[in-house]
């Protein structure tokens, strides 16, 4: 069997499935009011042959599916671009941000094709690089309960799309080896924790309490595992796990994003770190690479609690890019 050849236009006379996992507001944004974004969408890319789908359930991030021709790929992607490009400038008018941001995609790529997309010695993604002009970053770690990574592209839409046509050719040259167990994102559930003997549930990033439904919250507490860390089975909960081993768990975040970490003078680390009651430390910024190293130590509750916290900073990613002080609530 030949290699796939690229036609001159820039496309594939092949069919391709590729999977982005998006935020909740990303992927409100391709939907659009009533459904009508998506819609025109799928309109326009099923002309060529694609289909666009996007997970069901109630979860913090989706994934949305793109299947088809390449260069039908190719342009829904570009749709999804440009629309996330509008988004940008539309929430720069109420920002005193002064440059544009790039736009983010992250595609869903299984492990054992991340090392082709990497290249001996990164050669391949330096190649990306350089170019399409965008930046190509590869997860270290796989997505939770799955063999896939997150691969990160970030750029002007134009860039993007370049950047996405090369990655095709490299996942088509180099099938997934073995079998691939998708990522499937958690729904999102009402985490409820104690402290001191009074019941809270967290609501964005506060801890609310809650003093007069305490027994219906502990009852709740008992039956749930909203905070079950990778690898753990039974119930984490401040105050009620039984395990209070502290452990240590490491996080990769990009450089682009540790602000939304932080926050201005560091209030939103420290409101993270009174919370969940972990320690917390962020590494230095190492020259040459574009990710911070994140440390959590504490308990399993304590950790699990401090992902969550810090994943909720980024539910709002684009907005935050722009003026990470937006998020501040008073």
Not at 234 to 255: K, M, R, V, Y
Request: proline share 7%.
């Amino acid at each position: 069997m030949e290699p796939t050849k690229v036609q001159s236009e820039g496309g594939l006379n092949v069919t391709l499935t590729i999977r982005l996992l998006m935020h909740g507001k990303e992927v409100g944004s391709i939907i659009g009011k009533k459904g009508e974004t998506v819609k025109k969408m799928r309109e326009e890319v099923l002309q060529s042959g694609a289909r666009i789908n996007i997970s069901e359930g109630n979860c913090p991030e989706r994934i949305v599916t793109i299947t088809g021709p390449t260069d039908a790929i190719f342009k829904a992607f570009a749709m999804i671009a440009y629309k996330f490009e509008e988004d940008i400038i539309n929430s720069m008018s109420n920002s005193p941000a002064t440059s544009k941001p790039p736009v983010t995609l992250r595609l869903v790529v299984p492990a054992s094709q991340c090392g082709s997309l990497i290249g001996k010695g990164g050669s391949k993604i330096k190649e990306m690089r350089e170019s399409t002009g965008s930046q190509v970053q590869v997860a270290g770690d796989m997505l939770p309960n799955s063999t896939e990574r997150a691969v990160t592209i970030s750029g002007a839409p134009e860039a993007i799309i370049q950047c996405v046509k090369q990655i095709c050719v490299v996942m088509l040259e180099s099938p997934p080896k073995g079998a691939t167990i998708p990522y499937r994102p958690k729904p999102a559930s009402t985490p409820v924790l104690f402290s001191g003997g009074q019941a809270y549930t967290i609501q964005g990033q506060y801890a609310i309490p809650h003093p007069d439904q305490l027994t219906k919250l502990h009852q709740l507490a008992m039956q749930q595992t909203p905070f079950t860390p990778l690898g753990q089975t039974t119930p984490a909960f401040p105050g009620l796990d039984a395990s209070n081993q502290a452990s240590t768990h490491e996080l990769t975040i990009p450089n682009d994003l540790i602000g939304c970490i932080i926050g201005r003078q560091g209030t939103k680390i420290n409101e993270i770190r009174q919370m969940s009651g972990a320690q917390i430390k962020i590494a230095n910024a190492m020259e040459g690479s574009s990710e911070r190293q994140i440390t959590i130590t504490g308990t399993p509750a304590n950790i699990s609690l401090a992902q969550y916290l810090i994943n909720a900073r980024f539910r709002d990613v684009a907005a935050m890019w722009n003026d990470p002080s937006s998020m501040t609530t008073s």
